[in-house]
Nanobody, 124 residues
Framework: QLQASGGGLVQAGGSLRLSCAAS????????MGWFRQAPGKEREFVAA????????YYADSVKGRFTISRDNAKNTMYLQMNSLKLEDTAVYYC???????????????????WGQGTQVTVSS
């Protein structure tokens, strides 16, 4: 089970840190990722991280502004979001790949579970 938190209202240029807490599984066995869905748009990939944290991948739209990380001892994944833009407004979801799967499974949409979303609203 995945639980996302940390969303909120922030001004453009500001920062937020999202968290995704995992329970009921061996967290360190799963590649993880963040996705988002803006109103009227399809859900899109944001960032992914390998089970060890050694590999990360970002959508071009967030590269250089967002940082994905994980703490396997705490069963938690994070998304540090800096220099937020109006177009970052969306519901953000965390997701897990298949057990022992590589980071490519996240990029390919091979997801074993989703967390509930957390709303991020960026205002001008």
């Amino acid at each position: 089970q995945l639980q996302a938190s940390g969303g909120g209202l922030v001004q453009a240029g500001g920062s937020l840190r999202l968290s995704c807490a995992a329970s009921g599984r061996t967290f360190s066995s799963y590649a993880m990722g963040w996705f988002r869905q803006a109103p009227g748009k399809e859900r899109e990939f944001v960032a992914a991280i390998s089970w060890s944290g050694g590999s990360t991948y970002y959508a071009d739209s967030v590269k250089g502004r967002f940082t994905i990380s994980r703490d396997n001892a705490k069963n938690t994944m994070y998304l540090q979001m800096n220099s937020l833009k109006l177009e970052d407004t969306a519901v953000y979801y965390c997701a897990a790949g298949p057990q022992d799967g590589p980071i490519a499974t996240i990029l390919g949409g091979e997801l074993s579970s989703w967390g509930q979303g957390t709303q991020v609203t960026v205002s001008s």
